[in-house]
């Protein structure tokens, strides 16, 4: 018997070791084995001579693998985040893996379910369908042969696919996967877009040294043609035959990416995001592994994906939060891509209009090469933006009237409208007229989010909800009334004002589903829709040839946030928002609604562009001792009583305490109560990386042990993004 060591999926920092009768078992492959009572997936990391627990220890249960699931590379990477990160190796493992690995099942493909037609006779079908269209047009579909039932639910609900099946129709069929090389491209496509001298400076650059490590900030404005320089960059690597991974930050970019990249190259490309089932992530994985596909896109999580042969990693929109995972594992997508990058010797490509101020410093050193994209592609050029004084204005809905006659402009020339407000519901509040009572949730200490047209209120921090009141708890009056503004509001105001247009709403309430977002952003480009009113998920690199005008009712709160990140956001977003309009022939402009027109923030960016904007607050965060010029770890402690939390960070800022770090608290967090949870802070701060790791490595065992630590959940984010 021979005594191997298993890294298993729990918080503890340590290897398990057990007997195993083979001693070919390399590392990366995985064992079940028995952990008390559980059995439990875990990952062989090697063997070992000798046990403190040889008498105790027990056997492995059964091998799946005979060959590793994570390769030398992918192991690597998974040390150094446990390293950097002070996660459990164990539990870094798991998150490499796709979720159907995660559970024990064979890395080896599985069959595919497909949809059929039955063999009917046309009045048959006729009468069945009636005037149903949607099972009429996926009808149509089947008709040309079967379809992947993945493929399917990418444009129809599970209700249109059975009803086929249970009017006899279509039968559901499983088929074993055929996996074909890949047609690898030989020579350049001709037909492609010419580049600007800019796109063509970049692209020489990028494909000038494709085989070895070099990070490229592809700092483009909005319309710039960055997607074009990937696609010229990917060409080069494609017929070198080897395979591109590209990060998106949202699920809805995902799929006019694919499309564009499919369409130039006539290659599968892979997809990994959330809304995919276990296993069809793990057919992308698989493929991927073997080599049989070109090109991987993908959410975060797809930077664990296994390539063959790799060539290229790009990360679009680098600057975007989502990027950064904001539990368990708390690991940046970016951070993470330049070590992989680094790991593979291959080159890695960020690409972004506002890029990050830690991303943009790097470049502004010389570890990053700088390519610079300052003109927009073809005849678009760069909205006209604006700013509105609001101040002592009347507002409809948070509109002032100036505004609406401007959008009833923009829509009469025929051109769409774009409206952005950060608020998702009806109105943020809602409280009583005659006293002021607000109705706020008990759990969080938060005012309910009304959502008029779903009669509730909504906590958007722990999800409880309860119906709308109709008179005040506290002194009985019916007058209640809504303060503020959400999207919900002001679509039910744009609808009044203008029935003539239709008006569409973008957030995570109206774009639920699996298709729902592409279909919306099809609708939109097809202009089915002329007001486009929308949270966040707007601004996300979307490409809207027929906005010209883009409104942002308020964004005056991060003026004045807690947060020191918060300048920084609100320039990205505006600078983002700001570039979906005038991206085609005609003059887009982006008017900002503002209670400080003059503040220095706003009237820098408006003449002077993110590039001055970004350069100064740079200058800004030096002076102040911010990062990137120090690093921050942050411990989180949440309890029922906020004393427990206090007393241990209390206890944790007692023990880490060193000549060179700087520690802040224990503080409330900006968010301070959360799902009945009190939450405090500890910041550790300090000008040398390595010594901060250091001194966390050395104390994250006691701190684990302490007996306080049992009275509060706690957590360390190591490079925090946030301080909610």
């Given at each position: 018997m021979h005594i191997i060591q298993v890294a298993l999926p729990i918080p503890k920092r340590q290897l398990f070791d057990y007997l195993c009768q083979s001693a070919d078992l390399m590392p990366g492959c995985r064992v079940w084995v028995?952990?008390?009572?559980?059995?439990?997936?875990?990952?062989?990391?090697?063997?070992?001579d000798h046990s403190e627990h040889f008498d105790k220890l027990k056997s492995v249960s059964e091998i799946i693998d005979t060959t590793p699931v994570l390769d030398s590379s992918l192991l690597s990477i998974c040390g150094w985040l446990a390293k950097y990160y002070h996660h459990p190796i164990g539990e870094v493992l798991h998150t490499a893996l796709p979720v159907a690995l995660r559970k024990g099942e064979s890395d080896q493909p599985k069959p595919i379910d497909y949809i059929q037609l039955v063999d009917k006779n046309s009045a048959d079908t006729l009468t069945a369908l009636g005037r149903a269209k949607k099972q009429i047009e996926l009808y149509g579909m089947l008709s040309e042969g079967p379809i992947s039932l993945s493929a399917i639910r990418q444009h129809f609900s599970d209700a249109v696919i059975n009803a086929l099946q249970n009017k006899g129709l279509a039968e559901k069929c499983s088929k074993e996967p055929q996996f074909l090389p890949v047609k690898w491209p030989t020579q350049a496509i001709f037909d492609k877009p010419k580049a600007n001298v800019e796109q063509a400076l970049a692209i020489s650059t990028i494909t000038g040294k494709l085989d070895q490590y070099g990070c490229y900030l592809l700092d483009g404005v909005t319309g710039s043609g960055k997607t074009e320089v990937y696609l010229q960059s990917i060409e080069e690597v494609l017929i070198q035959k080897k395979q591109i991974l590209i990060l998106v930050p949202e699920i809805g970019l995902t799929p006019q990416t694919v499309t564009r990249f499919e369409q130039r190259f006539g290659l599968e490309v892979g997809i990994l995001h959330s809304n995919l089932t276990d296993n069809e992530r793990?057919?992308?994985w698989q493929k991927c592994r073997r080599g049989e596909l070109a090109m991987v896109i993908g959410t975060r999580s797809a930077i664990f994906t296994?390539?063959?042969?790799?060539?290229?990693?790009?990360?679009?929109?680098?600057?975007?939060?989502?990027?950064?995972?904001?539990?368990?594992?708390?690991?940046?997508?970016?951070?993470?891509?330049?070590?992989?990058?680094?790991?593979?010797n291959i080159p890695l490509v960020l690409g972004s209009a506002t890029p990050c101020l830690e991303t943009l410093n790097n470049a502004i050193s010389l570890k990053y090469h700088h390519l610079s994209l300052s003109q927009r592609a073809g005849a678009a050029t760069m909205a006209k933006q604006n700013v509105l004084d609001i101040t002592n204005q009347p507002l409809q809905s948070g509109l002032a009237q100036g505004m609406i006659k401007r959008i009833e402009q923009h829509l009469k020339a025929g051109s769409q409208v774009m409206l952005f407000v950060n608020r998702r519901g009806y109105a943020p509040a809602l409280l009583c007229h005659y006293c002021g009572h607000i109705e706020q949730c008990q759990r969080c200490d938060k005012p309910y989010t009304v959502h008029k047209s779903l009669n509730k209120m909504q906590c958007h921090h722990c999800g409880g909800a309860r119906p709308i009141p109709n008179q005040c708890k506290v002194c009985g009056h019916q007058e209640?009334?809504?303060?503020?503004?959400?999207?919900?509001?002001?679509?039910a105001t744009l609808n009044e004002r203008f029935p003539q247009y239709s008006t569409i709403r973008i957030d995570s309430d109206s774009v639920r589903g699996k298709s729902k977002l592409h279909t919306v952003l099809e609708e939109i480009n097809q202009c089915k829709h002329q007001l486009l009113i929308g949270t966040q998920i707007l601004s996300k690199g979307h490409h809207f040839p027929h906005v010209t005008l883009v409104v942002i009712l308020d964004a005056d709160g991060a003026l004045f946030s807690a947060d020191y990140r918060a300048p920084e956001h609100l320039a990205q977003l505006i600078t983002q928002l700001s570039g979906r309009a005038g991206r085609a022939e005609k003059q887009g402009e982006m008017w900002l609604q503002s209670h400080q027109p003059g503040h220095p923030l706003l009237q820098d960016l408006i003449h002077n562009g993110y590039g001055h904007f970004?350069?100064?607050?740079?200058?800004?965060?030096?002076?102040?001792?911010?990062?990137?010029?120090?690093?921050?770890?942050?411990?989180?402690?949440?309890?029922?009583?906020?004393?427990?939390?206090?007393?241990f960070l209390s206890e944790v800022a007692s023990l880490v305490r060193h000549s060179q770090l700087k520690i802040i608290g224990p503080i409330p967090a900006i968010m301070e109560k959360r799902q009945g949870r009190f939450r405090m802070q500890l910041l550790m701060q300090c000008f040398n990386r390595t010594l901060l790791n250091q001194i966390i490595a050395q104390h994250i065992q006691t701190i684990e042990n302490m007996p306080l630590a049992r009275k509060a959940r706690w957590s360390l984010d190591v490079d925090p993004q946030d301080f909610m």
């Open positions: 028995g952990f008390g009572p559980r059995k439990l997936v875990g990952i062989v990391l090697g063997y070992t793990l057919m992308v296994p390539m063959k042969s790799p060539g290229m990693i790009i990360v679009d929109e680098e600057h975007d939060a989502s990027y950064k995972q904001q539990d368990g594992l708390r690991y940046h997508a970016r951070d993470l891509a330049v070590v992989r990058a680094k790991e593979l209640m009334v809504t303060q503020g503004v959400g999207t919900e509001q002001l679509e970004a350069r100064y607050a740079l200058l800004e965060r030096k002076q102040a001792q911010l990062p990137p010029y120090l690093f921050h770890a942050l411990f989180r402690a949440e309890a029922t009583r906020a004393q427990d939390a206090f007393d």
